[in-house]
């Protein structure tokens, strides 16, 4: 039989294009493109049925191929199905021992899945974490909380197996992540200007715009406490009043006693562990006389603070019936330049977050805030990050809040490790 290796004729049905994505077979669980070589060129074609004749001598051999190709979503790789981000980062140091571990996939989990069997946490020494697991179907987050605080100076490996997508879609590969967990050095967790103190005709604290020192907290507790140029020789008393003042009492910090110039250095250690936001008084005579604060044209003021949790900052939050917590792995506010600087990584990916300035009785009293582009939303890439600056409202306060749509967001404060 002589060999005819010429193509006779081709007939194709040419499918309705699906965006510009490729497309695989139904039953196949890899991607294809669907390309076909004749005559030496390449003929590309999203299509429902592909029929060839092909003739050879006397033989002739039809080729039905029913394919059907499916529609995928722009961009989409199809069939895959992974981890995109984890809190703590893979690789991070000096973690929170009694932090959650987020991790957030790439498509809808099959929350059936989302089990302690297929996510584990094993410490290098102390073995599997016991803990309990929740998942957020909106942001596909699982979060995993342990049941008491992980062990210091440890090495801890998170396992991700067996979790599958809604459509079914399992992991490639099982997924792992380190971190290890503190204490390290202690870390500058707040910093503030301290201002003159005085009350208006409705009994608010506002501020002179003079700076007559300033107050900073580490992640050990360690409050330092500068005074330049303020009342000589006297000893005041510190004070802390956390936020809403409506819902907390100030509570006593230390004192600290100024010099025949109005100087003062002095360290003291606040006297409660966890994540605290508010302000810090100076009182004399049960009178306050300065307090930090963030004012226009306030001269050389100083400000920085971390990113603490609403729905539990303070003990019991900024509020009543606060939503569920977004997630955050390390979160800040800084003003410099005349404007207030908001870093955040960790947060809910693709989420659009809004900035306010509040007095110290939150309410009606915060103000939304803007940039010079005037924006007032600012959205996270695919790792939960986002960097922004806005300017202040004009009205003074030191509050600085980041909301998120839905779910309780951050405030600005500092956290003081319980081991301190």
């Not at 039953?27 to 493109?33: K, L, N, S, T, W």
Request: with cysteine; aromatic share 8%.
């Amino acid at each position: 039989m002589k060999n005819n290796s010429s193509f006779r004729g081709i007939t194709f049905v040419r499918c309705a294009r699906i965006n510009a994505g490729t497309c695989r077979p139904t039953r196949v669980a890899r991607q294809r493109d669907c390309a076909f070589q004749t005559w030496g060129k390449l003929v590309t074609a999203m299509h429902r049925t592909l029929t060839l004749g092909l003739a050879a001598s006397s033989l002739t051999i039809l080729l039905a191929l029913l394919t059907g190709c499916q529609g995928l979503g722009q961009g989409t790789s199809p069939g895959t199905f992974s981890v995109t981000a984890i809190v703590p980062a893979a690789g991070a140091n000096c973690v929170d021992a009694t932090a959650d571990i987020q991790i957030t996939f790439s498509a809808a989990a099959n929350p059936t899945t989302v089990n302690s069997t297929n996510i584990q946490v094993t410490g290098q020494n102390s073995g599997t974490v016991a803990g309990t697991l929740t998942y957020n179907s909106t942001s596909y987050t699982a979060t995993f909380t342990p049941s008491a605080a992980l062990t210091s100076n440890e090495t801890f490996t998170v396992t991700v197996t067996s979790v599958v997508s809604s459509s079914g879609v399992g992991l490639q590969t099982p997924f792992t992540s380190t971190f290890t967990t503190g204490p390290c050095g202690a870390t500058t967790q707040y910093q503030a200007s301290l201002f003159t103190a005085q009350a208006d005709a409705m009994g608010r604290q506002i501020v002179i715009n003079s700076v007559y020192g300033q107050i900073s907290v580490d992640s050990n507790g360690t409050v330092t406490v500068q005074l330049t140029g303020a009342t000589p020789s006297t000893t005041f008393t510190v004070q802390f009043c956390p936020a809403p003042s409506q819902n907390y009492s100030c509570f006593n910090v230390g004192s600290v006693s100024s010099d025949a110039n109005g100087n003062a250095n002095t360290t003291m250690t606040f006297p409660r562990s966890g994540s605290w936001a508010g302000d810090f008084e100076l009182a004399s005579g049960g009178t306050a006389v300065y307090q930090t604060d963030v004012v226009s044209g306030g001269g050389s003021l100083v400000y920085m603070s971390t990113l603490q949790p609403a729905s539990t900052v303070n003990g019991q939050g900024l509020g009543v019936g606060q939503p569920p917590q977004d997630p955050l792995q390390t979160g800040s506010v800084t003003f410099s330049n005349g404007s207030l600087q908001f870093q955040m990584t960790g947060a809910s990916p693709h989420t659009t977050y809004s900035s306010a300035e509040c007095a110290l009785n939150l309410g009606s009293s915060c103000y939304e805030l803007y940039s010079s582009q005037g924006g007032g939303g600012f959205t996270t890439d695919g790792g939960g990050n986002v960097t922004f600056s806005v300017f202040q409202d004009g009205s003074g306060g030191d509050i600085f809040e980041v909301n998120p749509p839905t779910g309780s967001g951050f405030v600005g404060g500092f956290m003081v490790s319980s081991g301190s």
